[in-house]
Every structure is written in C-alpha cells, then in structure tokens.
C-alpha cells in the first residue's frame, strides 16, 4: 500500500532521517514512535508530499510519488495543531476536502452526515470550531481526514495537546474507527504507551534512523538495541562482562554478582568471554521481597532508597550492595502484598534470566 | 528599604486622591483621554458645521448671521465640484484596490519566508519611508519622473522621449500607493502571522491546491487585516492633500485642495467648511458601505449549502 525506500532528507547542514525504509500493508496500522527531533513529522511530511526527500522513493500502491503534489495524493492527514479552518463550521470543515476534491455535490451531505455519526459528533454540525472542545476538535479533524476515503491516513501527534484520560479515550476511538474503516494509517507519536496501544506494527525512530519495527509486544519483549530498550518502559542498565557461555546459555558478571541472561539478538554471535556488555533489566521486570529471598534465577538483597508511591504502581530505588552504587529501578504491582516500604526498608531483589538482556557494546 | 518608604508614601496620596471607593471608576478615568480627543474633534466639526452654513458678503468680506443652504448650493452647481469629487473617491478606490493587490504578497511573503535575510530587508523597506516625510518623498518622484527628470534622461540617452510622467492622474495615484503600500503592508502582516501554516499544507492534503487555497483559506482568514488596511488606505488616499499638489500640479486636485483653496485662496471659509464637512459625510459613508461589505458574512461555504 505504501513504502517508503531508502528515504532521506536534510535540511541545508542538517540531517533529519536517514536512509528510512519501510511498508505498510493495507488497513494496517503502523506508529512512528521517537524523542522529540528524531525525525517523525518530517517523514510524515514527505509521504504528504509537503517536503520532497533528498534521497530514495516513497511509493503509493506501487507507484513512485515525487512528482505528485499533496492536493493529488490521496492522503488524508491529521496535524499537529489539528489546522481546523476557524472561519468555516465544523460540518463545512467536513465537507471542504469532498467539494476540493470534486465529489458529486448530491452526494456531499450524505457522506458528511455519515461522517458525523461515525465520529460520534450528530448535532454538533452547524458548531464553529471554537464552539467545540478540545476532544470534539479533534473529532472534526478526524472526521475531515477520513471523509474522502483516503488510501492513506497520517496522524501527526494530534492526540498529544489532550490531557491523559482523553487522550487514552481517542487512542481506543481512533483505533475503533480505523478498524470499522480498514483505513490504512500512519500514526506519530512520542508516547510510548499510545504506541503500544493502537498499533500493528511499531517503528522506533532515534536520530532520523530507524532502530525497530515491530510489532508492539516485540518492541516491549525483544528490543533490538539499548535505545529501544531505553526508551520503551523504565528500564535499568547495568554494566557488565560475559562471564561464561556455554551455546546459547550466558552468564554474565555484574559487580559481585553472576547471573543468568539471554543475548537481545540470538542471531548475533555471542560475545567473548571477557568482553564488557550492557544489560536490560526492565523495572516492572525486577522481583521485590521484603524478608524472604526472591524466587528468581538471580537475587541479591538491597535497600530500599526512595519510594515513589503513583496509586496504580509504586517505583522503588533500591541500593544493592552487590551490584555497586547505581541505583535498580524496581515497579511494584502485585496486589496481594500491599506493601509500601519506607526508605531505609531491607529488600531482596531478584530477576529471571529471560528478562536481563544483553547488548554486546 | 528606602524604596519600599517611598511606595507606601506614594500608596498614601494615592489612597486620598482616588480612594477604594473609586475603583470602578478606574477603567472610565483611562478612557478619557481620548474621549477629550474625540471631543475636540467633535467641536471642531460642529464649529465647521456652523460655518458652513453662513454665506460670506463678498463686498465686506464678513460672513453672514444668517443661516443658510448657500454655500452647498453654490458647492452642487459648480460643475469643479463634482469633478474633484468624482475623481477624489475614483482615485481613492483605485489606489485602494491596487495597494492591497500590492501589499497582500508583500506582507505573506515577509511572514512566511524562511529566510531571516529576506525578511529583514522587506522589513527594513517598509519602515525606511516613514522616515522619509511625504512631502520629500513626492519631490523625490518629481526629480525621477519630471520632465528633466533622471528617467528622462536616461530615456534621452537612447534617444528616446522626454515623456510627460507627471502632473497626470496617474502619477498622482501611484504616488498615493507609494505613501500608503507601508500602512497596508504592516496591516495585514499581523493577520498573515495569525494563519497557522498547518492550516494551510492541511487545505493542499484535502484536496486544493495553492489558488483554491488561498481562496478559501488564507483569504477569508486574512479578512481582518485586509478590512482595516482598506479602510485606512481608502480613508488617507480619499482626504490627500500633498500627493494631488506636488505630482499633480494643481491639475488634479483632490477634495482636500479645494478645501484649502476655499479656505486661503479666496478666503471663503464658510464654503471651505461645507466642502470639508462634505468629504468628512462622505468618508464616513463610504466606510460604512466597506465595513458591511466586507465586515459581515464569510467567504466560506455556508451560504452554498442547503
Ligand atoms: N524546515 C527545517 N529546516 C531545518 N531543520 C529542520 C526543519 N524541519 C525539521 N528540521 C530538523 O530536523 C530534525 C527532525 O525534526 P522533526 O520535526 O521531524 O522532529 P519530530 O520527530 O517531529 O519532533 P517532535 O516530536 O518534537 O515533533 C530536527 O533536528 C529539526 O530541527
Ligand atoms: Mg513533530
């Protein structure tokens, strides 16, 4: 439906995607997920064709689309800023890309009507856009993107400006509208909990280049790299030496402590004996007793340092002596514990081996 | 310390002078100001207003105690009349339509340009004439345009001409756009910076391009702007005085010249007043008809449907 190969742009002396190669099948849905500068809105921009690429092809059903401009490319989009027009109401909004876009004028209400049902916005038509709020704006943008049957849709962050329990409640309605219509979508994002929840398929961009693109539970389970790690969860790094390896098993040596682990890419060979590594330990991935040993492949005890309390999860700092003056992260959820340890509380921490995950350097 | 001292000492005549009570009274006190402005403005015209309707004796030289329509009547029989008239509000529609023709392109590009150079230098083009007084700037036309003019003899060195460009109608009225395109330009720019250029590049993925865009979008949002630089450089070109004089020579006059001749050329300040008073009736109005033109109603689509 949509590739984009090999694609780069720069900007007078500086880059911003480099060498972007990627497909989204029909009625798919793939997120652009990455920090703030990475890139994201200027792919976006160039598969509207709003910027052409320095370098590589973007191809729309098979056919290269350099020479095509964005009012020819059947692409809708949602920004940024959702670039409602003020001065029109929210049903001319609506219906401004059918009458561009030269719909027989007969059938325009209909599918405008029809539109507004599916947004979930009926009565709200003859609204001026300041007259709506901000999760209804973002309707008439969603609405006006989608009403001319795109091939394609682009959504640039338009979910970002809305406080957290609207924007989790858009994430779920755009996903159920882009499911009823078997649009094919392109979605941005630096959230990675909105990534995770609407996508098929998830890329991970980090200065203009790709690190991942997978589908979410392997972005979260198999991070390609320590960015990816980084940036998808909290997640603990911690400097290591392989330690042994006997086939696919490794051990390796953190501070005073060995333990079990597993290589990110079993393609990869293994490191060394010896060789310095970094490894992944995701927070809600470390186990927290206080008293009893942790039932894990590998446990030490600790202390615990600060304690954030956040209603659904506590995050702990923990101290462990072992593992020397860094700090673990650890996210503490279990229900049936109910246990709120005060600064100062001695803990045993512990972690399986399938969850320490080893980046060669 | 000190300063503080002196805070409470200046909190404590304030307290006297204008006391808690006052304090809804503030935002009037703020106003008048210019309500004594317009004042004065107000009794003035009615000064006029008075004056206008008191016929001069010609063999004394005093005006009349009399009250009367004469001086309007001798205005509406005089054929010069209406032809200043006619030609004032033509050249002012005309340099009003060419000005905002100039000045919207000029101001888009200074907002949206990408590059801080050429946004400086427009900037700083737009700025040098209000320097440069108007009176010096049409002198400065007539040393370029006049029939020795340094045009001319360029034209001279390639054996052309010399051309008459100026004391001409023309002449006038691009003089006019010349003085008014800054005003125009520095209207509209703040209604240009107000369009997001997401609005725009949103308009081009639905489906319009750049022409179709800027019909339904930029312009209809633009409206604002482009209201008040009309009404201002309809309003300043309308009420002239220095352009018509200098580059039209006395052979173009605008309402604004008949009024001074009326006033110190044959000292007829009771028909000078009727003139000037008809031109403020008319400038009035004419802005009124701009304003609910263009004012009320969008261009948008609204009026389409049904
Ligand atoms: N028109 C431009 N001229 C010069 N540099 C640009 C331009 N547009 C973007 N850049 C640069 O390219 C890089 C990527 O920008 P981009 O807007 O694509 O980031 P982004 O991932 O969308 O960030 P955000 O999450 O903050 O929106 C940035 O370093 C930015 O400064
Ligand atoms: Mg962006």
Redesign the interface.
Known sequence: MVAVEGVGKSFGGTTAVTDVTFSVPRGRFLTILGPSGSGKTTLLRMI???IEPSQGEIYIHGKPVSAV???R?A???V???L???????A??NV???L???GFDAAEI?DRVAAMFGIVQLKGFEQRRIQQLSGGQQQRVAIA?ALV?EPDLVLLDEPLAALDRKLREEMQLEFRRIQQELGVTTINVTHDQREALVMSDEVMVMDGGRVQQLAPPAETYRNPANAFVATFIGVTNFLPAHVASRTGSALRVRIGDLESPARLADPQLPTPPHGAAVDCALRAEHVWLRSGAPADADCSSSGRVMQCIFEGDRIVYEVAVAALGPALIRVIDRTPEAHLLLAPGAPVEVGWNARDLIVFPR | MGASVMLEALEGIRATLWPRAFKRFTGAMLLLPAVALVLVLVAGLAWMGDASLHLLDTETFETGADYTAANYRQMGGQATYWIVLGRSILGAAIVTLVTLVLAFPYAYVMVRTGSAWTRKILLVSLFLPFFIGQVVRAYGWLIILGKEGLLNSLFGILGLGPFKMIYNYPSVLFGLVQYLLPFAVLLIAPAVTAI?E??E?????????WL?TFR??TL??AKPGLVAAALVVFTLALTDYAMPVILGGGTNDFIANAVYDAFFRISDSGLGSAVAIVLVLIATLLAAVILTVLGSG?????AE?R
């Open positions: 509207a064709g709003f401009p964005p009012h490319r692409i809708g989009m920004f940024q800023r670039a409602l027009f003020p001065h029109l109401t049903w001319d219906a401004y890309p009458r561009m876009r209400p006006r001319f | 997001d997401e609005i590049l949103a308009s081009e993925s639905l489906g319009a391009h179709r339904h979008v209809p949002m969008t261009l948008g689509f609204s449907r």
